[in-house]
């Protein structure tokens, strides 16, 4: 409660000091942090009407953003920690919480958490992202449940009506590659965008500062060689002026894919035929200017085989998994004006997950298991007739798993934004967030627990937001504070998953956005993050303190310098053993170059200067010193 008191204070002083220069303030000239965007579906239009802030990050392009994947994209953002965990899998956390209890969405579909409960972003494009939405506090029943550690909304381009192909090359060492073809075209009444693109990497070179352990040597890393293909369209029609039809497909496959071990361990393991694909059938119409009906009916789901071997030539098998999934939903809604310039939106989503299960293991035939999700909600956005709206919402999910049902969730929250004349915002919310027990922590021969009770969190955020002039100079500041009482969290406790753990994180975050001149653009953030739990649980991967530095330099005839700097504080990893181990704190430096060459874009960028030696997880260190050479022509 003092932390919050304090920050009060902190805007109020901020409030009373920029009154000095009301008349002075210009509009605000840096990147949008909130966006409405028409003709798309898309979650978190607006701070109201998504209850809690969301923070926006702009990407223009693979090489502008310097990042292969979305994995990479959003590795520097506050208050996320991005690593790789030991399938090689993309593990992400906001503000403490697990990937299993993030919710990732693609123009508003989620995708498909599989058995596991995670969505690899390693395996997800950036190239025609052309943002990315993250909310971190209390979220919105409309975004369904399981939105305990937030959300992340990845928003696809819109195609033009001037181009029509899209070619680019992305490399790095140790003959890691990145190709695409892309086409797109608006016309009047109906566009289209086709892509394909080719992943490949030998394994990413270590620092020449790693100490060999008995199971890696250094230079290039131990088993994490890759081929990816990836095909996805998308085509959107209007049949009459106010109904809209869009259709997505899109299909990710690696014939094989080495996983790269532990460094204090000796296991060697592959996966074969890793298959992804997802369907989805969308409509917007349009019944009056306030009010409107979207469906969503979609299809995600896949299929690999895991295996694991006894020698380092992959000869002796001991292990050999097959994997099925998919998940079905449905997601109408529809919103309506009411009162002055007031909406109400209701709906329903209800999704269904399969696994399919077959090993040489626990699993000597095929195994199925199902889970089936319910959800209402109903939110409404009251813009009163002062500068302050509230919106509040409410949604009740019915979770049943292998036809034995759970209990039934309520999930209320609240969200209130007030716009000073001096540009200020200010906002907070507060909501009841809940995750559902995963289909491995049920269902699990090993360790699984059929009678899990679901994990809620009581999210508490208190944000500002402060456009600033300084002598000419434009500025943007923006603060947040936050609470999470977490309750029932599920982890394995001895040999199986237990609902025994409270985790009680605060903490907060700070972002500078200035402009000392017009070709030069700086950001500083800093997160903090502090947590008790009970019975000794630890959260892991998640440091107590975290700064981002980035500067960009626009300089004549198209050049432009991008340079970022990245701390991590100590944290805590666990072993295979479940041991706890604490990391120590490191700094990132990477430099990128943009030159455009007769309609030509090129790229040039060198990742992590200093080869830095570090461990994103226990036994896992991070890529050395790395190369980035980009081409990319619209045409």
Request: aromatic share 14%.
């Amino acid at each position: 409660m003092k932390n919050i008191i304090s920050l009060v204070m902190i805007i109020t002083a901020v409030q009373l000091l920029s009154g000095v220069a009301i008349n002075q303030v210009k509009p605000d000239t840096l990147k949008t942090r909130y966006y409405r965007l028409e003709g798309l579906r898309v979650i978190g239009e607006s701070p109201s009407e998504t209850i809690g802030t969301v923070h926006t990050t702009s990407l223009n392009t693979a090489s502008e953003a310097g990042a292969l994947n979305v994995k990479d994209a959003m590795s520097d953002l506050p208050g996320i920690s991005m690593t790789v965990g030991a399938k090689d899998e993309s593990n992400l956390r906001i503000r403490g919480f697990r990937k299993n209890d993030v919710k990732v969405l693609i123009d508003g579909r989620p995708l498909n958490s599989g058995y596991f409960g995670n969505v690899n972003l390693q395996n997800i494009p950036v190239s025609d992202i052309r943002e990315i939405q993250i909310l971190k506090g209390p979220a919105s029943s409309m975004y369904g449940s399981n939105t305990l550690g937030g959300v992340v909304n990845l928003v696809t381009r819109e195609p033009s009506g001037r181009k029509w192909f899209k070619l680019g090359m992305f490399v790095k060492r140790n003959n890691t590659d990145h190709f695409e073809l892309s086409s797109s075209h608006q016309f009047d009444n109906w566009n289209y965008w086709l892509f394909a693109s080719r992943d490949h990497t030998d394994g990413f070179m270590l620092s020449d500062d790693f100490m060999p352990s008995f199971s890696e040597n250094g230079g290039a890393r131990d088993n994490a060689s890759k081929t990816q293909q990836h095909l996805e369209g998308k085509t959107s029609f209007n049949f009459t002026e106010f109904h809209k039809m869009t259709v997505t497909a899109g299909i990710t496959f690696i014939p094989e894919k080495f996983l790269p071990s532990s460094i204090y361990e000796t296991t060697y393991r592959k996966y074969k035929d890793w298959l992804r694909m997802e369907g989805t059938v969308s409509s917007d119409i349009q019944f009056s200017p306030d009010s409107n009906l979207e469906t969503m009916l979609y299809l995600d789901g896949g299929q690999d085989t895991y295996l694991e071997y006894n020698d380092p030539n992959f000869h002796n098998m001991s292990m050999d998994s097959d994997m099925i999934g998919y998940t079905l939903g449905f997601n109408p809604r529809y919103s309506m004006g009411v009162l002055n310039d007031s909406k109400m939106t209701f709906g329903y989503r209800g999704e269904s997950q399969f696994s399919n299960r077959k090993d040489n293991g626990n699993y000597p035939r095929w195994t199925h298991h199902s889970t089936l999700l319910h959800n209402a909600f109903a939110q409404m956005e009251w813009k009163t007739s002062t500068p302050l709206t509230i919106t509040g919402s409410t949604g009740l999910s019915y979770f049943i798993k292998d036809s034995d049902a759970m209990s039934v969730e309520f999930e209320p929250s609240l969200g209130m934004n007030y716009e000073f004349p001096t540009q200020t915002s200010l906002s907070f919310a507060i909501g009841k967030n809940t995750a559902f027990p995963t289909m491995r922590q049920l269902f699990s021969v090993e360790n699984g627990n059929i009678d899990l009770k679901t994990q809620y969190g009581i999210k508490y955020e208190l944000s500002a937001k402060q456009p600033f002039l300084l002598k000419g100079m434009n500025g943007l500041f923006s603060l947040s504070a936050y609470k999470n009482d977490i309750r029932n969290l599920i982890d394995l406790y001895g040999d199986t998953y237990a609902n025994i753990y409270q985790v009680h994180t605060r903490g907060g975050e700070a972002e500078l956005e200035f402009n000392p001149y017009a070709w030069w653009n700086m950001d500083y953030s800093y997160s903090y993050l502090y947590y008790s739990a009970s019975h000794g649980y630890q959260l892991t991967e998640s440091p107590s303190n975290s700064c981002d530095i980035s500067w960009s330099l626009h300089f004549p005839y198209h050049f432009t310098a991008s340079i970022s700097s990245q701390w991590k504080d100590n944290r805590y990893g666990q072993d295979s053993s479940l041991k706890y181990h604490l990391l120590e704190s490191y700094w990132v430096h990477s430099l990128l170059l943009d030159k455009k060459i007769y309609g030509v874009k090129a790229s040039l960028g060198l990742e992590n200067i200093m080869d830095a030696n570090y461990q994103e997880e226990f036994g896992y260190p991070a890529p050395g010193r790395n190369f980035c050479i980009g081409l990319e022509r619209e045409f």
